[in-house]
């Protein structure tokens, strides 16, 4: 293909690549078919090698809706095309594990379809639709983990410092994810609340709410107060507690309006 297309002949399939496996980039002009080209690869790559879990990232909902949509389409094209092949699709959902589950352990062409925000964040579909407010949110939680974990509820940490002791422990990314958690919590134990009669819950007016975020706040105190009950919960609480360890004057108070 290389050579086809007048691109430097690669000498091993790794080269210049950071991972211990191949890593390919392949980049198709808009409309000549990446979709096409990607979802027939899965299935050769099954038919030659038996490969049977898949993942496709996307980068928005439009697209993921796209991917989804030209799978169904496609569905009965590439069971013609490779023996009647079984597969199954699905789009993550971050409150639905038992979907995740059957595809690790099912044995037949599994295709997961992730947004990439959901798979760097751990925030439900509901939050990821709600961007002028959830990433400002995702912040807020960030921040009140090293609050509450220092025992400074109503001041702030600074970010820099916070960042840089995250980083020390290699801690960044969890944090990200464990409060991507807490905010889904905090939705869910708000839409679990007995509504006002005549009226129905609506998660564009909670996030708007000071509600909310006293929501985080106790969802984030339940999440480390669960953790020692979970497998291995106990290591990582402990982990999370040196990876936001800072001193006092690292805080500084709340700013707040009504």
Same mark, same amino acid.
């Given at each position: 293909? +290389?050579? #086809? ?5 690669? #000498? ?25 080209? !990607? ?9 030659? !090698?038996?490969? *049977? ?10 697209? #993921? ?6 799978? +169904?389409?496609? #569905?009965?094209?590439? *069971? ?18 038992? &979907?995740? &589950?059957?595809?690790?352990?099912? /044995?037949?062409? +599994? ?21 002028? !407010? ?19 509820? %109503?001041?702030?940490? /600074? ?14 990314? %969890?944090?990200? *994810? ?5 905010? /889904? ?9 007995? +509504? ?25 105190? /339940? ?11 106990? @290591? ?10 800072? @001193?006092?004057?690292?805080? %500084? !108070? ?5």
């Amino acid at each position: 293909m +290389q050579t #086809r297309n007048q691109v430097p002949r690669s #000498r091993a399939l790794g080269e210049g690549c950071p991972y211990d496996f191949p890593n390919f980039s392949v980049e198709m002009e808009t409309g000549t078919g990446k979709t096409y080209v !990607y979802l027939r690869a899965i299935f050769e790559l099954n038919k030659l !090698y038996g490969f *049977k879990k898949f993942i496709i990232v996307v980068p928005s909902v439009a697209i #993921r809706e796209g991917v989804t949509s030209s799978i +169904q389409l496609m #569905r009965v094209y590439f *069971k013609g095309l490779y023996d009647n092949v079984s597969f199954d699709n699905f789009v993550y959902q971050s409150k639905d594990l038992t &979907r995740v &589950r059957q595809f690790a352990v099912n /044995n037949e062409v +599994q295709i997961m379809v992730i947004n990439i925000q959901a798979f760097q964040m751990n925030l439900n579909e509901t939050l990821l639709a709600m961007r002028a !407010y959830a990433p400002y949110h995702h912040l807020y939680a960030i921040g009140m983990c090293f609050s509450i974990a220092n025992n400074q509820s %109503e001041r702030v940490p /600074n970010p820099h410092k916070a960042f840089e002791v995250a980083s020390k422990y290699n801690m960044v990314e %969890e944090l990200v *994810k464990a409060t991507g958690t807490c905010l /889904n919590m905090a939705l869910e134990a708000a839409a679990n609340e007995t +509504q006002p009669a005549n009226r129905v819950f609506s998660p564009k007016n909670w996030i708007k709410t000071k509600g909310c975020l006293s929501g985080i706040n106790g969802a984030i105190r /339940n999440y480390f107060s669960m953790l020692p009950r979970m497998p291995g919960g106990a @290591k990582i609480k402990k982990k999370f507690i040196e990876a936001t360890a800072l @001193k006092v004057e690292d805080f %500084e !108070y709340r700013w707040s309006a009504d």
